[in-house]
């Protein structure tokens, strides 16, 4: 899957934060705190898929509401592979991830 190539997308931020700058700054910190929870939970093994996959959807969620458009479509293919049990596509999947969050997140 290929994922957008958007990183953040700054104007759907501004429509869901109604132009509220700070309001933005905030939501943003929200969500690089959950990047930074997530992230490491995303990626234990011994967790089990089902959790993991309900972490991603969650991630799916949050970057939807912020306009981080390729963690979305990243934590969207990692909940499809994690709900269906799928161990080898998920750590395939991983390491994409992994960098579309550290690159959005030095976005902000």
């Given at each position: 899957m290929d994922a957008p190539e958007i990183l953040l997308d700054r104007a759907h931020l501004a429509r869901e934060t109604f132009g509220d700058t700070d309001l933005a700054r905030e939501v943003l910190t929200l969500f690089r705190s959950q990047c930074e929870r997530f992230g490491p939970a995303l990626a234990e093994a011994a967790r089990p898929a089902r959790e993991r996959a309900d972490l991603?959807?969650?991630?799916?969620?949050?970057?939807?509401?912020?306009?981080?458009?390729?963690?979305?479509?990243l934590a969207a293919e990692l909940e499809r592979v994690?709900?269906?049990?799928?161990?080898?596509?998920?750590a395939?999947?991983?390491?994409?991830?992994?960098a579309a969050l550290r690159e959005t997140l030095a976005a902000f």
């Amino acid at each position: 899957m290929d994922a957008p190539e958007i990183l953040l997308d700054r104007a759907h931020l501004a429509r869901e934060t109604f132009g509220d700058t700070d309001l933005a700054r905030e939501v943003l910190t929200l969500f690089r705190s959950q990047c930074e929870r997530f992230g490491p939970a995303l990626a234990e093994a011994a967790r089990p898929a089902r959790e993991r996959a309900d972490l991603a959807h969650t991630l799916k969620g949050s970057a939807a509401g912020v306009g981080a458009r390729r963690v979305g479509a990243l934590a969207a293919e990692l909940e499809r592979v994690l709900r269906r049990e799928d161990e080898a596509a998920a750590a395939a999947l991983l390491p994409r991830l992994a960098a579309a969050l550290r690159e959005t997140l030095a976005a902000f």
